[in-house]
């Protein structure tokens, strides 16, 4: 089955909060003919936007090739965090790389929150950036381990937008009982995806850059120059840049054994205008501790906007507004009564070490995807490190790329039930 296709129609944004409200843009044209430029970007999310703008402000002549519309995907669905420094731990990445190799991720991920300020400040953008994620630990006993990490960031990082909060702090900030203390971070924010993503896509079209929707990408011919097939045309290019994530399908089979497609849900509830503050202090979004992680945040009009629940299969389930209300009563008892307005799924691609996955599959092509949920931010300074890699300046796409990114065992056959095993002994994990 086909995930481009599974659960939306050919040309059309899901029926989410943020398709409702968004400014959209007039549809860009497909591609057709035989046509040439200097590189081929795939996919039209953070990744491929953010890439098209940076290579076209470089100067080179650049077409992105979107199947469905641009921020169609999970760069148009997603929760709205942008969180600093990379899905995984200091501590786990100083195991797995050593501690200069982690060091320089965690600077890669400051970039990536700092880049994501920047463009979203851009008249052409105007997209509120909201300061704050608080993360809730739902177990008493991960409280200390938080609270010393908090501690490692500050000293060993010299990262001061950071600090711990106890259990009294923490239900003042967020008004559950599911949760014993945790963090905040002051630097990282949320903001509306959608209209990020359609604010990449002004900013490349006016940089230059040649954007094609309705335009999939069904063969690829790697040589000396790249030959790019769709239903309408053939593009020649001197080099290309696969962003596709978890729709990427049997495009690129190398980068498919590594990134599997998940599917994640969110709600939103009616406008709560006067009970906002009492449900979450200060405008924060919260992420939780558990392995199927929790996250919500409200809003431009007060909405809740909470998302969690995963699934393995191509379908999303029948009644996804059920399904994640059950998640939001257990993290918040007292608004069982509210009403949900939106509910939506979409696909994002994961990795075996929730790490991304960048390679560069021959001398002119490159792959970056997996952000595993943690995307807005490193899927959009993806796009900027692919335009300095094919300028000659690989050094941040070299740190990234040498971060190991294990296979799925089983392939691409056993892969999915291998998983779906492992996600319910981490979901009994969770309530134990």
Same mark, same amino acid.
């Given at each position: 089955m086909d995930l481009l296709t599974a659960n939306d129609r050919d040309g059309t944004y899901p029926p989410s909060l943020y398709a409702a409200q968004a400014r959209m843009l007039p549809p860009f044209a497909p591609a057709r003919g035989d046509l040439r430029c200097d590189v081929c970007v795939v996919g039209g999310g953070f990744t491929g936007l953010s890439t098209a703008l940076h290579l076209a402000q470089r100067g080179y002549d650049v077409r992105l090739f979107e199947a469905q519309r641009v921020g169609f995907g999970a760069s148009g669905r997603n929760g709205g965090q942008v969180g600093?420094?990379?899905?995984?731990?200091?501590?786990?990445?100083?195991?797995?790389?050593?501690?200069?190799?982690?060091?320089?991720?965690?600077?890669?991920?400051?970039?990536?929150?700092? &880049?994501?300020?920047?463009?979203?400040?851009?008249?052409?953008?105007?997209?509120?950036?909201?300061?704050? +994620?608080?993360?809730?630990?739902? *177990?008493?006993?991960?409280?200390?381990?938080?609270?010393?990490?908090?501690?490692?960031?500050?000293?060993?990082?010299?990262?001061?937008?950071?600090?711990?909060? /106890?259990?009294?702090?923490? *239900?003042?900030?967020?008004?559950? $009982?599911?949760?014993?203390?945790?963090?905040?971070?002051?630097?990282?924010?949320?903001?509306?995806?959608?209209?990020?993503?359609?604010?990449?896509?002004?900013?490349?079209?006016?940089?230059?850059?040649? &954007?094609?929707?309705?335009?999939?990408?069904?063969?690829?011919?790697?040589?000396?120059?790249?030959?790019?097939?769709?239903?309408?045309?053939?593009?020649?290019?001197?080099? &290309?840049?696969?962003?596709?994530?978890?729709?990427?399908?049997?495009?690129?089979?190398?980068?498919?054994?590594?990134?599997?497609?998940? %599917?994640?849900?969110?709600?939103?509830?009616?406008?709560? $205008?006067?009970?906002?503050?009492?449900?979450?202090?200060? /405008?924060?979004?919260?992420?939780?501790?558990?392995?199927?992680? %929790?996250?919500?945040?409200?809003?431009?009009?007060?909405?809740?906007?909470?998302?969690?629940?995963?699934?393995?299969?191509?379908?999303?389930?029948?009644?996804?507004?059920?399904?994640?209300?059950?998640?939001?009563?257990?993290?918040?008892?007292?608004?069982?009564?509210?009403?949900?307005?939106?509910?939506?799924?979409?696909?994002?691609?994961?990795?075996? /070490?929730?790490?991304?996955?960048?390679?560069?599959?021959?001398?002119?092509?490159?792959?970056?995807?997996?952000?595993?949920?943690?995307?807005?931010?490193?899927?959009?300074?993806?796009?900027?490190?692919?335009?300095?890699? +094919?300028?000659?300046?690989?050094?941040?796409?070299?740190?990234?790329?040498?971060?190991?990114?294990?296979?799925?065992?089983?392939?691409?056959?056993?892969?999915?039930?291998?998983?779906?095993?492992?996600?319910?002994?981490?979901?009994?994990?969770?309530?134990?």
């Amino acid at each position: 089955m086909d995930l481009l296709t599974a659960n939306d129609r050919d040309g059309t944004y899901p029926p989410s909060l943020y398709a409702a409200q968004a400014r959209m843009l007039p549809p860009f044209a497909p591609a057709r003919g035989d046509l040439r430029c200097d590189v081929c970007v795939v996919g039209g999310g953070f990744t491929g936007l953010s890439t098209a703008l940076h290579l076209a402000q470089r100067g080179y002549d650049v077409r992105l090739f979107e199947a469905q519309r641009v921020g169609f995907g999970a760069s148009g669905r997603n929760g709205g965090q942008v969180g600093q420094g990379q899905r995984l731990d200091q501590e786990d990445l100083e195991r797995m790389v050593g501690l200069d190799h982690a060091h320089a991720l965690w600077r890669i991920g400051m970039q990536a929150v700092d &880049l994501v300020r920047e463009l979203a400040a851009d008249d052409r953008v105007a997209v509120p950036f909201y300061p704050g +994620i608080a993360h809730a630990d739902h *177990r008493a006993r991960d409280v200390p381990a938080t609270h010393a990490y908090v501690d490692k960031l500050r000293k060993e990082y010299d990262y001061p937008h950071v600090r711990a909060l /106890n259990r009294e702090e923490l *239900r003042e900030a967020v008004a559950s $009982p599911l949760y014993h203390g945790g963090a905040v971070d002051t630097w990282s924010g949320h903001l509306d995806p959608l209209r990020f993503a359609l604010g990449l896509a002004r900013l490349a079209q006016d940089a230059g850059a040649h &954007l094609h929707e309705g335009s999939r990408v069904r063969r690829i011919a790697h040589g000396q120059t790249v030959t790019l097939t769709t239903d309408k045309a053939v593009i020649t290019a001197d080099h &290309l840049v696969l962003a596709c994530n978890g729709y990427l399908g049997d495009l690129e089979p190398r980068v498919a054994r590594r990134v599997m497609p998940l %599917n994640n849900y969110i709600l939103a509830t009616e406008p709560l $205008p006067d009970r906002q503050e009492e449900i979450i202090r200060g /405008n924060i979004a919260v992420a939780d501790s558990k392995f199927v992680v %929790n996250y919500f945040r409200f809003s431009d009009d007060h909405r809740l906007l909470f998302g969690g629940t995963e699934s393995y299969g191509y379908r999303f389930p029948h009644d996804i507004a059920g399904q994640v209300r059950r998640a939001m009563v257990q993290v918040f008892p007292h608004l069982k009564d509210v009403q949900i307005a939106h509910a939506w799924g979409g696909t994002l691609g994961i990795t075996m /070490n929730r790490m991304p996955h960048y390679a560069r599959l021959s001398g002119n092509v490159l792959s970056m995807s997996g952000f595993s949920g943690h995307g807005v931010a490193l899927g959009t300074l993806s796009g900027q490190i692919a335009a300095e890699a +094919i300028a000659g300046q690989a050094e941040r796409f070299d740190v990234m790329a040498s971060v190991p990114t294990p296979l799925f065992p089983g392939g691409r056959l056993m892969r999915q039930p291998l998983l779906v095993a492992a996600m319910l002994w981490y979901s009994l994990r969770d309530r134990l």
